[in-house]
Nanobody, 122 residues
Framework: VQLQASGGGLVQAGGSLRLSCVAP????????VGWFRQAPGKEREFAAG???????YYADSVKGRFTISRDNAKDTVYLQMSTLIPEDAAVYYC?????????????????WGQGTQVTVSS
């Protein structure tokens, strides 16, 4: 299974981007989907997750600025990012977890996408 993340790009601080995650061959709506990010020289960190039920969870660093959602008809999970700051710049990855609870540890996720680059200019 290979997830596909897209929607990254260059944005000015204060701007917005929407990332998308699809998984050909997998019904995303049946699983927990998490968004993680990794900046150069830093460890991969959890940003947001969504359960099959629609329940969501956010890292404190993005709470109030990012929104994770899913469109089951399109079998797509989104990460709407607003009020972006330079510290949000990273490669963003989506990942699937087969178990039902949202976890923040990347090792708890079973499949990953290739990542999409987000650059925030100050």
């Amino acid at each position: 299974v290979q997830l596909q993340a897209s929607g990254g790009g260059l944005v000015q601080a204060g701007g917005s981007l929407r990332l998308s995650c699809v998984a050909p061959g997998l019904i995303l709506s049946n699983y927990v989907v998490g968004w993680f990010r990794q900046a150069p020289g830093k460890e991969r960190e959890f940003a947001a997750g969504i359960r099959r039920t629609g329940e969501t969870y956010y890292a404190d660093s993005v709470k109030g600025r990012f929104t994770i959602s899913r469109d089951n008809a399109k079998d797509t999970v989104y990460l709407q990012m607003s009020t972006l700051i330079p510290e949000d710049a990273a490669v963003y990855y989506c990942a699937v977890r087969y178990k039902s609870a949202i976890r923040t540890e990347s090792a708890e996720y079973d499949y990953w996408g290739q990542g999409t680059q987000v650059t925030v200019s100050s």
